[in-house]
Protein backbone atom coordinates (compact mmCIF):
# COMPACT_ATOMS: atom_id res chain seq x y z
CA UNK A 1 0.00 0.00 0.00
CA UNK A 2 2.89 2.36 0.89
CA UNK A 3 4.56 1.28 -2.12
CA UNK A 4 1.45 2.47 -4.59
CA UNK A 5 0.89 5.51 -2.38
CA UNK A 6 4.72 6.55 -3.34
CA UNK A 7 4.05 5.59 -7.23
CA UNK A 8 1.01 7.72 -7.43
CA UNK A 9 2.84 10.58 -5.50
CA UNK A 10 5.44 10.55 -8.62
CA UNK A 11 3.20 10.27 -10.96
CA UNK A 12 1.20 13.39 -9.65
CA UNK A 13 4.88 15.48 -8.63
CA UNK A 14 5.53 14.68 -12.57
CA UNK A 15 2.32 15.69 -14.11
CA UNK A 16 1.86 18.97 -11.96
CA UNK A 17 5.52 19.61 -13.30
CA UNK A 18 4.71 18.74 -16.77
CA UNK A 19 1.06 21.37 -16.74
CA UNK A 20 2.83 24.14 -14.84
CA UNK A 21 5.94 24.58 -17.62
CA UNK A 22 3.11 24.19 -20.35
CA UNK A 23 0.88 26.94 -18.48
CA UNK A 24 4.47 28.88 -18.29
CA UNK A 25 5.04 28.38 -21.48
CA UNK A 26 1.82 29.66 -23.23
CA UNK A 27 1.54 32.66 -20.90
CA UNK A 28 4.63 33.46 -22.41
CA UNK A 29 3.94 33.03 -26.07
CA UNK A 30 0.35 34.59 -25.16
CA UNK A 31 2.55 38.20 -23.88
CA UNK A 32 4.92 37.59 -26.96
CA UNK A 33 1.96 37.62 -29.08
CA UNK A 34 0.88 40.77 -27.31
CA UNK A 35 3.31 42.40 -27.88
CA UNK A 36 3.79 41.47 -31.42
CA UNK A 37 0.76 42.66 -31.83
CA UNK A 38 1.23 45.76 -29.92
CA UNK A 39 4.41 46.53 -32.40
CA UNK A 40 1.72 46.02 -35.59
CA UNK A 41 -0.10 48.42 -34.44
CA UNK A 42 2.21 50.95 -33.63
CA UNK A 43 3.84 50.77 -36.77
CA UNK A 44 0.57 50.75 -38.56
CA UNK A 45 -0.38 53.91 -36.72
CA UNK A 46 3.28 55.37 -37.55
CA UNK A 47 2.72 54.46 -41.21
CA UNK A 48 -0.82 56.42 -41.11
CA UNK A 49 -0.09 59.42 -38.35
CA UNK A 50 1.82 62.61 -39.31
CA UNK A 51 6.01 61.74 -39.64
CA UNK A 52 6.64 64.13 -36.85
CA UNK A 53 5.01 63.43 -33.21
CA UNK A 54 5.03 65.33 -30.27
CA UNK A 55 5.64 68.90 -32.27
CA UNK A 56 5.04 72.36 -30.80
CA UNK A 57 2.08 74.26 -32.68
CA UNK A 58 3.26 77.84 -31.53
CA UNK A 59 0.33 79.16 -33.76
CA UNK A 60 -2.53 76.63 -33.50
CA UNK A 61 -5.49 77.78 -31.59
CA UNK A 62 -3.42 81.07 -30.20
CA UNK A 63 -4.33 85.18 -30.75
CA UNK A 64 -0.93 87.21 -31.20
CA UNK A 65 -1.06 90.60 -29.82
CA UNK A 66 2.05 92.58 -31.79
CA UNK A 67 3.00 95.77 -30.71
CA UNK A 68 5.18 97.34 -33.74
CA UNK A 69 6.90 100.56 -35.88
CA UNK A 70 6.66 100.45 -39.22
CA UNK A 71 9.23 102.70 -41.26
CA UNK A 72 7.99 103.27 -44.78
CA UNK A 73 11.25 103.06 -47.14
CA UNK A 74 10.64 103.98 -50.85
CA UNK A 75 9.02 107.92 -50.10
CA UNK A 76 10.55 110.26 -52.83
CA UNK A 77 9.64 112.81 -50.49
CA UNK A 78 9.05 112.37 -46.67
CA UNK A 79 9.44 109.04 -45.17
CA UNK A 80 6.85 108.00 -42.32
CA UNK A 81 7.18 106.28 -39.12
CA UNK A 82 4.23 104.86 -37.75
CA UNK A 83 4.03 102.94 -34.45
CA UNK A 84 1.03 100.37 -33.76
CA UNK A 85 -1.02 97.04 -32.98
CA UNK A 86 -1.68 94.10 -35.22
CA UNK A 87 -3.94 90.99 -33.94
CA UNK A 88 -3.48 88.02 -35.28
CA UNK A 89 -5.80 84.53 -34.79
CA UNK A 90 -4.32 81.21 -35.93
CA UNK A 91 -6.80 79.05 -36.92
CA UNK A 92 -4.10 76.29 -37.01
CA UNK A 93 -0.39 76.12 -37.24
CA UNK A 94 -0.21 77.39 -40.79
CA UNK A 95 -2.99 79.43 -41.38
CA UNK A 96 -4.83 82.67 -39.78
CA UNK A 97 -6.79 85.86 -40.19
CA UNK A 98 -4.98 89.08 -38.80
CA UNK A 99 -5.77 93.11 -38.96
CA UNK A 100 -3.25 95.66 -38.16
CA UNK A 101 -3.54 99.65 -37.73
CA UNK A 102 -0.61 102.06 -37.58
CA UNK A 103 -0.56 106.05 -36.70
CA UNK A 104 1.91 108.30 -38.73
CA UNK A 105 3.40 109.58 -35.62
CA UNK A 106 6.51 110.89 -37.13
CA UNK A 107 7.91 112.00 -40.62
CA UNK A 108 11.42 112.70 -41.81
CA UNK A 109 12.35 114.82 -44.65
CA UNK A 110 14.16 112.72 -47.62
CA UNK A 111 17.54 115.34 -49.15
CA UNK A 112 15.35 115.06 -52.67
CA UNK A 113 12.72 117.01 -50.69
CA UNK A 114 15.37 119.40 -49.06
CA UNK A 115 17.27 120.13 -52.25
CA UNK A 116 14.30 120.78 -54.11
CA UNK A 117 13.17 123.63 -51.11
CA UNK A 118 16.69 124.71 -51.67
CA UNK A 119 16.35 125.28 -55.24
CA UNK A 120 12.84 126.54 -55.67
CA UNK A 121 11.97 130.07 -55.39
CA UNK A 122 9.67 131.43 -53.15
CA UNK A 123 7.13 131.65 -55.42
CA UNK A 124 7.23 128.13 -56.74
CA UNK A 125 7.12 126.78 -53.19
CA UNK A 126 4.03 128.69 -52.46
CA UNK A 127 2.24 126.43 -54.68
CA UNK A 128 3.66 123.22 -53.61
CA UNK A 129 2.65 120.66 -51.59
CA UNK A 130 3.17 117.25 -50.37
CA UNK A 131 1.24 114.53 -48.97
CA UNK A 132 2.30 112.32 -46.11
CA UNK A 133 0.77 109.17 -44.23
CA UNK A 134 -1.65 110.01 -41.80
CA UNK A 135 -2.52 106.54 -40.62
CA UNK A 136 -2.85 103.18 -41.95
CA UNK A 137 -4.81 99.70 -41.09
CA UNK A 138 -5.10 96.33 -43.11
CA UNK A 139 -7.11 93.48 -43.09
CA UNK A 140 -5.43 89.95 -44.34
CA UNK A 141 -5.43 86.14 -44.47
CA UNK A 142 -1.51 84.63 -43.17
CA UNK A 143 -0.16 81.77 -44.40
CA UNK A 144 2.98 79.96 -42.56
CA UNK A 145 5.12 77.41 -45.15
CA UNK A 146 7.67 76.91 -43.62
CA UNK A 147 8.90 76.80 -39.64
CA UNK A 148 11.75 74.93 -37.67
CA UNK A 149 14.18 75.67 -34.97
CA UNK A 150 17.83 76.38 -34.92
CA UNK A 151 20.64 76.65 -32.42
CA UNK A 152 22.40 79.79 -32.33
CA UNK A 153 26.35 79.68 -31.09
CA UNK A 154 25.94 76.08 -30.14
CA UNK A 155 23.92 77.26 -26.76
CA UNK A 156 20.64 79.07 -27.51
CA UNK A 157 17.72 77.05 -29.52
CA UNK A 158 15.39 79.28 -31.22
CA UNK A 159 12.03 78.62 -32.90
CA UNK A 160 11.48 80.74 -36.14
CA UNK A 161 8.79 80.67 -38.99
CA UNK A 162 8.40 82.26 -42.55
CA UNK A 163 4.94 83.95 -43.16
CA UNK A 164 3.11 85.11 -46.16
CA UNK A 165 0.06 87.47 -46.24
CA UNK A 166 -2.29 89.96 -48.27
CA UNK A 167 -5.78 91.18 -48.15
CA UNK A 168 -7.20 94.68 -48.22
CA UNK A 169 -5.80 98.34 -46.38
CA UNK A 170 -6.90 101.67 -46.34
CA UNK A 171 -4.46 104.43 -45.73
CA UNK A 172 -5.00 107.84 -44.81
CA UNK A 173 -3.03 110.60 -46.23
CA UNK A 174 -2.69 114.09 -45.44
CA UNK A 175 -1.65 116.75 -47.43
CA UNK A 176 0.41 119.67 -46.34
CA UNK A 177 1.89 123.18 -47.96
CA UNK A 178 6.04 123.55 -48.34
CA UNK A 179 5.49 126.67 -46.66
CA UNK A 180 3.27 125.44 -44.42
CA UNK A 181 0.53 128.73 -43.08
CA UNK A 182 2.66 130.89 -45.13
CA UNK A 183 1.96 129.54 -48.09
CA UNK A 184 -1.46 128.48 -49.61
CA UNK A 185 -3.94 125.71 -49.68
CA UNK A 186 -2.32 122.45 -50.18
CA UNK A 187 -3.67 120.53 -52.80
CA UNK A 188 -6.59 118.47 -51.67
CA UNK A 189 -6.38 115.72 -54.56
CA UNK A 190 -3.36 114.70 -52.18
CA UNK A 191 -5.30 114.17 -49.44
CA UNK A 192 -8.24 111.37 -48.47
CA UNK A 193 -8.57 107.87 -47.27
CA UNK A 194 -6.67 105.43 -49.76
CA UNK A 195 -8.35 101.43 -50.04
CA UNK A 196 -6.44 98.95 -52.04
CA UNK A 197 -4.34 95.97 -52.03
CA UNK A 198 -1.36 94.57 -49.68
CA UNK A 199 1.09 91.68 -49.60
CA UNK A 200 3.88 90.76 -47.69
CA UNK A 201 6.38 87.96 -46.16
CA UNK A 202 7.88 87.97 -42.14
CA UNK A 203 9.69 86.27 -40.25
CA UNK A 204 9.37 85.54 -36.62
CA UNK A 205 11.80 83.88 -34.16
CA UNK A 206 10.17 82.57 -30.67
CA UNK A 207 12.04 83.76 -27.42
CA UNK A 208 9.76 81.89 -25.64
CA UNK A 209 6.36 79.88 -25.56
CA UNK A 210 4.54 83.03 -25.16
CA UNK A 211 6.80 86.14 -26.96
CA UNK A 212 8.20 86.62 -30.18
CA UNK A 213 10.53 89.16 -32.39
CA UNK A 214 8.83 89.85 -35.47
CA UNK A 215 10.08 91.24 -38.95
CA UNK A 216 7.50 92.04 -41.64
CA UNK A 217 7.99 93.65 -45.38
CA UNK A 218 4.40 94.29 -46.96
CA UNK A 219 3.65 96.72 -50.12
CA UNK A 220 0.62 98.56 -50.33
CA UNK A 221 -0.74 99.23 -53.43
CA UNK A 222 -2.89 102.08 -53.86
CA UNK A 223 -3.46 105.56 -55.83
CA UNK A 224 -1.11 108.12 -54.67
CA UNK A 225 0.43 111.45 -55.51
CA UNK A 226 3.16 112.70 -52.95
CA UNK A 227 4.24 115.77 -54.85
CA UNK A 228 1.25 119.06 -56.28
CA UNK A 229 2.66 122.37 -57.63
CA UNK A 230 -1.31 122.99 -58.49
CA UNK A 231 -2.79 119.89 -60.40
CA UNK A 232 -1.63 116.57 -59.34
CA UNK A 233 -3.15 113.67 -60.71
CA UNK A 234 -2.91 110.30 -58.19
CA UNK A 235 -1.71 106.89 -59.78
CA UNK A 236 -1.52 103.41 -58.70
CA UNK A 237 2.01 103.42 -56.76
CA UNK A 238 3.35 100.83 -54.36
CA UNK A 239 4.60 101.69 -50.69
CA UNK A 240 6.91 100.03 -48.91
CA UNK A 241 6.71 99.17 -45.20
CA UNK A 242 9.16 97.76 -42.91
CA UNK A 243 7.72 96.41 -39.41
CA UNK A 244 9.67 95.30 -35.77
CA UNK A 245 7.24 94.09 -33.19
CA UNK A 246 7.40 92.16 -30.59
CA UNK A 247 4.19 89.10 -30.81
CA UNK A 248 2.65 88.38 -27.53
CA UNK A 249 1.02 84.97 -27.53
CA UNK A 250 -2.48 84.03 -26.00
CA UNK A 251 -3.08 81.32 -24.36
CA UNK A 252 0.71 80.99 -22.97
CA UNK A 253 0.81 77.34 -22.97
CA UNK A 254 1.76 75.54 -26.92
CA UNK A 255 -0.66 72.77 -27.86
CA UNK A 256 1.88 69.64 -28.67
CA UNK A 257 0.84 67.41 -31.72
CA UNK A 258 0.30 64.05 -31.15
Known amino acids: MKKLTKEMMRWFIAVAAVALFFAVDGGQ ?99 TSYSRIGWASDVSIIYVPLFGKFSLMNSVITHYDLHLFGGMSIVNEVALSALGDDGNEPDPVLGGIRPGGMFGAGMRFFMNDSLALNFQVRNNLFPRAQLSQGSAEPGLKNTVMVSVGVGIFLPGEVQISR
Do not use: C, W
Not at 73 to 92: C, K, S, W
Open 29 to 127: QSAMAMDLQADDDEIASLEEGPIVRRRLLYRSGRLEIEPKVTFTTNDALIRNILPGVALNYYLNNAFGIGASFGFGALHMDTSLKRSMEDTLTRERLED
